[in-house]
């Protein structure tokens, strides 16, 4: 075999075996997501926000994504925290969860360019969110 096949074969095997591969349906839902979180428990310390997600391929683990949250405070993004995701995309469903204690489940229904989703907590799986987004 020539060296420069040689080079490219032995690239193209270790691109698939880098956590960081991205998988092909994962390419759905990568990138930059705005829209609003509106809160469905009145009694709740819960605010409405406008957010920001940045989804991303997770550097660490194949085939997991990472959801990086902020929420928008006087035109400023303020980062909130980062979920661990994984995307269906035979369901179309993307869903993340990131405080364990609390036992938090997002769920997101990805369509074209928009996705809905909510939060529910506890065991119980509590409805506290629901979330509302597009893709810039």
């Not at 349906?25 to 609003?36: I, K, P, R």
């Not at 360019?113 to 409805?127: F, Q, R, V």
Request: charged fraction near 25%.
């Amino acid at each position: 075999m020539n060296r420069p096949l040689c080079a490219v074969l032995i690239s193209f095997l270790c691109s698939l075996l880098s956590p960081a591969s991205t998988h092909p349906d994962q390419a759905a839902v990568l990138g930059t997501w705005e829209g609003e979180s509106k809160c469905t428990i009145a009694t709740s310390p819960c605010h409405d926000e406008h957010v920001i997600y940045h989804i991303a391929a997770d550097d660490r683990v194949a085939g997991r994504l990472s959801l990086d949250a902020y929420k928008v405070v006087a035109g400023q993004q303020e980062f909130m925290g980062t979920l661990g995701c994984q995307y269906r995309s035979r369901e179309a469903m993307l869903s993340c969860s990131g405080n364990t204690v609390k036992k938090d489940d997002w769920e997101f229904k990805v369509s074209g360019d928009s996705m809905t989703g909510t939060l529910t907590i506890g065991d119980e799986k509590t409805l506290y969110r629901r979330i509302s987004v597009r893709r810039k």
